[in-house]
């Protein structure tokens, strides 16, 4: 029987698209593009890669066509509301692609609170999201559906205010916006469907998932190395930044001290070391981490 292949729906092109082939490639899976430019194959494992438009990403897993997807939670948010079927589910974060839904609007707008925004027409590509925020608020605003170039809408006089994503806020600013409340904040997550599917796949689903998860891990993560006095040692564990119980090992013909090993999950900064150092630490090597499990 020829083996299944696990199909991975992933954007084309747009601001996810890089750093999901990215991902893919730091968990260790070697990429050839297909002939047609819209999928790849996974060399040394049975998966498939579909590119395809973002919003199709929540369809294509939701109907088995995918076995995983790539993307931003606003996309699968907005479907989720929408929809009857059944929607993806998020099995985790990526870090990357991180934005917010905010409602924005021109400097003549005075707000105090989600009440300011009664009675005006708010334009958005996610009504969505919108409409469950307002009701939540217990806010009455006419929301006006748009396919793009939502921040024009003031200018154009169709709405007084808008809900759109924003991540630097670069292009709400030339466009004389201010950013108001989030809405939604989001980033690229992985999803995944709620078919069963047959053991060989359920693996390779499986290894994909701890992977991606080991990528991640090890971003920013550190190993930090040093000698101490034992004494040190509380003191040390308390400054190491987000690392577990340390590895203590004794040094060679010293009772006093001992090398400390430590994996840090938060970055380590010049005065983590300096402290590490007003501790007692001597010789403190900090490597970057290129795989974790
Ligand atoms: P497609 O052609 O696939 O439909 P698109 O134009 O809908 O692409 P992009 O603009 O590429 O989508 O954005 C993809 C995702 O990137 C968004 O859904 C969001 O999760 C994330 N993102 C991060 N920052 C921003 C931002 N400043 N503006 C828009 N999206 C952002
Ligand atoms: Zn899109």
Same mark, same amino acid.
């Given at each position: 029987?020829?083996?299944?292949?696990?199909?991975?729906a992933?954007?084309?092109n747009?601001?996810l698209?890089e750093?999901?082939l990215?991902?893919?490639?730091?968990?260790g899976?070697?990429?050839?593009?297909?002939?047609?430019?819209?999928?790849y194959?996974?060399?040394?494992?049975?998966?498939?890669?579909?590119?395809?438009?973002?919003?199709?990403i929540p369809?294509?897993?939701?109907d088995?066509?995918?076995?995983?997807?790539?993307?931003?939670?606003?996309?699968?948010a907005?479907?989720a509301?929408?929809?009857?079927a059944?929607?993806?589910a998020?099995?985790?974060p990526?870090?990357?692609?991180?934005?917010?839904?905010?409602?924005?609007?021109?400097e003549?707008?005075?707000?105090a609170?989600?009440?300011?925004?009664?009675?005006?027409?708010? /334009? $958005?590509?996610?009504? #969505?999201? +919108?409409?469950?925020?307002l009701?939540a608020e217990?806010? &009455? %605003?006419?929301? @006006?559906t748009m396919?793009g170039?939502v921040?024009?809408?003031p200018?154009?006089?169709l709405?007084e205010a808008?809900?759109?994503?924003?991540s630097?806020? /670069? $292009?709400?600013?030339? #466009?004389? +916006?201010?950013?108001?409340?989030?809405?939604?904040?989001? &980033? %690229?997550?992985l @999803?995944?469907?709620?078919r069963?599917?047959?053991?060989?796949?359920?693996?390779t689903?499986?290894?994909?998932?701890?992977?991606?998860?080991?990528?991640? /891990?090890?971003q920013?993560?550190?190993y930090?190395?040093?000698?101490?006095?034992r004494?040190?040692?509380?003191?040390?564990?308390r400054?190491?930044?987000?690392?577990?119980a340390p590895?203590?090992?004794?040094?060679?013909g010293?009772?006093?001290?001992?090398a400390?090993?430590?994996?840090?999950?938060?970055s380590?900064?010049w005065?983590t070391?300096?402290?590490l150092?007003?501790a007692?630490?001597?010789?403190?090597?900090?490597?970057?981490?290129?795989?974790m499990?």
């Open positions: 029987m020829k083996p299944q292949r696990v199909h991975i992933i954007q084309k747009g601001r698209a750093q999901s990215g991902l893919i490639r730091a968990a899976f070697h990429l050839t593009k297909s002939a047609s430019d819209l999928a194959s996974v060399e040394n494992a049975p998966i498939d890669l579909w590119c395809v438009r973002d919003d199709d369809t294509f897993v939701a088995g066509v995918a076995d995983l997807g790539i993307v931003g939670r606003n996309v699968l907005e479907r509301l929408g929809a009857n059944p929607i993806p998020e099995i985790m990526l870090g990357f692609g991180r934005c917010r839904l905010a409602i924005a609007a021109p003549s707008l005075t707000y609170g989600p009440g300011s925004l009664s009675g005006l027409r708010i /334009a $958005t590509t996610y009504p #969505n999201l +919108l409409a469950r925020f009701a217990g806010v &009455e %605003a006419e929301i @006006v396919r170039a921040e024009v809408a200018r154009l006089k709405a808008i809900c759109d994503l924003v630097t806020g /670069a $292009t709400l600013e030339a #466009n004389g +916006l201010i950013e108001l409340q989030t809405v939604l904040e989001s &980033e %690229a997550v @999803v995944r469907g709620t069963t599917l047959d053991e060989a796949s359920e693996r689903v499986q290894s994909v998932v701890a992977r991606f998860r080991g990528v991640i /891990a090890s920013g993560a550190k930090v190395m040093m000698n101490a006095p004494a040190a040692l509380p003191e040390i564990s400054i190491l930044p987000g690392a577990g590895t203590v090992t004794p040094l060679a010293r009772d006093d001290a001992v400390v090993h430590a994996v840090c999950q938060e380590v900064f005065e070391l300096e402290a150092k007003a007692g630490a001597s010789s403190i090597l900090v490597l970057s981490i290129e795989k499990m």
